[in-house]
């Protein structure tokens, strides 16, 4: 926050790309400090997928097994086989399964137990190429661009395109991206909600619950798409980015987001919860 952090700050730098044929797909063993889209660009041009729709995510590969990022479809944790994690508590390095990784839509063990410093991270990718390109935003651009499928290289430069429209340019203002998650309710709230507002996306989660789309809510119910207080606002072109476009401070940013949610609790009984992780002190 605006008073600073009174702690150790860890820059992984764990680097190196191990690559293995394994029959059918290959293993790609990763140092936490790799920048994850240096590995999807890399993945992609060895003609090695499953990891192209993730990509121009920002960050390093460590932080891909801590948040589970996703997009367009794909969330790493469908192509993880193994996490290396230091564990700084008890003085061991652990490997950790995909089922030890507790992964769920942003999050994993990692998240809760912030002992776990992840040093590596297994991919598992396939040789042969299966085009996911049923997410909507990808469906529109094979439609605006006329093709019917979208090649391994293709489908990643579809996916830049798409993301360079939706998000500001980090070297002109600074975000952390998508701000909330997509709330995951219940059947019930889902069908309550769908009532009300039936053109809004929904899809179906895990245990029979509803996954809606926090920025259809932002827009569409808030109505607060590219709405700006002073130097913090929800961007333009995507409603759950908020954006800091010069010098707001943390407290600022906490009380626009705060706005935010409330205002989906008092209109329609929905939390939004933060995506992004808060330093406090
Ligand atoms: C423009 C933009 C677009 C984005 N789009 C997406 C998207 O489509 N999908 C998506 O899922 N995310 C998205 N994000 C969020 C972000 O890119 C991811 O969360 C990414 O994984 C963050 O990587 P990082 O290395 O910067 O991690 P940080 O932000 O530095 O860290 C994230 C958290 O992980 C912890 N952490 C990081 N590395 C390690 C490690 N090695 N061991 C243990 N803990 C660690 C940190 O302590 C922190 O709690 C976007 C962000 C931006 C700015």
């Given at each position: 926050d605006d008073e600073g952090f009174s702690g150790l700050v860890i820059h992984m730098a764990i680097v190196g790309i191990e690559w293995k044929e394994e029959g059918d797909h290959v293993v790609a063993t990763v140092g936490a400090g790799e920048s994850w889209d240096d590995l999807v660009a890399t993945a992609v041009a060895k003609n090695y997928s499953g990891i192209e729709n993730l990509s121009s995510i920002p960050g390093t590969v460590g932080a891909s097994a801590v948040q589970n990022i996703g997009a367009y479809g794909v969330e790493a944790r469908e192509l993880i086989t193994m996490v290396e994690a230091y564990d700084a508590k008890n003085n061991i390095l652990k490997i950790l399964t995909n089922e030890e990784c507790v992964f769920g839509y942003r999050e994993s063990v990692f998240k809760t137990n912030q002992d776990l410093v992840v040093t590596q991270v297994q991919f598992r990718l396939e040789k042969e190429y299966v085009p996911k390109q049923a997410y909507k935003d990808i469906a529109l651009y094979i439609e605006e661009n006329g093709v019917v499928t979208l090649s391994l290289q293709e489908m990643r430069q579809a996916v830049m395109a798409i993301r360079a429209k939706k998000f500001p340019d980090l070297s002109q203002c600074g975000t952390a991206g998508s701000f909330f998650k997509n709330p995951i309710v219940s059947k019930g709230v889902g069908e309550k909600f769908l009532a009300q507002y039936p053109d809004a996306p929904h899809y179906d989660a895990e245990n029979g619950k509803t996954k809606l789309s926090a920025a259809w809510i932002i827009d569409?119910?808030?109505?607060?798409?590219?709405v700006r207080e002073g130097s913090v606002g929800t961007w333009s072109a995507q409603a759950l980015v908020v954006v800091n476009y010069d010098d707001a401070t943390s407290a600022q940013v906490k009380k626009f987001v705060k706005k935010i949610s409330d205002a989906s609790f008092e209109k329609i009984h929905i939390t939004l919860e933060p995506e992004v992780v808060f330093v406090v002190t």
């Open positions: 569409h119910v808030l109505e607060m798409k590219g």
